[in-house]
Structure formats: structure tokens, C-alpha cells
């Protein structure tokens, strides 16, 4: 089983026994290819996750693309309402 660097920090916090679980339900994941659309790479509660998210799920063999794109005023307005 893989294991992270960074995951690994929360075991004071967690336990061994909730990572174990974390690394359990994680193993048949390896390999999983994901896309991460977003319309901004910095700011923003989704890309603050990514950066964060990302480099775990990159030391479980989880495969990330994050790609940015660009969006027209109403859509980024449409967007926007989506998530308040």
C-alpha cells in the first residue's frame, strides 16, 4: 500500500487507525485518472482545495489533471449563485 508524506502529518491529530481506513478505501483508487475543471487557479475555496488535495491524491497513484478555463461574465454569474 502507498503511503503519504503529507497524509501522514494528521496521525497525531487522527490516529492510525482512521488513516489505516483512509489508505484502505484509497488502494483501489491507484491509477484512477481524474480532471479537475475549474475556472481559477488561485483564490477560491475549490482551487485552495486542489492545491492542497492534489498532492495527496499524486502520492496515493491517483492521476491528476487540472485544467483552467476561462468563462464570459454570465457564466461566471451563473456560476457564482451555483455555489453561495
Do not use: C
Amino acid at each position: 500500500m502507498k503511503r503519504s508524506t503529507l497524509l501522514d502529518r494528521y496521525k497525531p491529530f487522527v490516529g492510525e487507525d482512521l488513516l489505516a481506513q483512509i489508505y484502505q478505501a484509497a488502494e483501489p483508487l491507484s491509477g484512477l485518472r481524474i480532471l479537475h475543471v475549474n475556472t481559477t487557479a488561485q483564490g477560491g475555496g475549490v482551487a485552495e482545495l486542489l492545491h492542497a488535495l492534489i498532492p495527496v491524491m499524486d502520492e496515493l497513484g491517483i492521476i491528476n489533471t487540472w485544467q483552467v478555463i476561462s468563462l464570459d461574465d454570465t457564466s461566471n454569474l451563473f456560476t457564482a449563485h451555483l455555489v453561495d
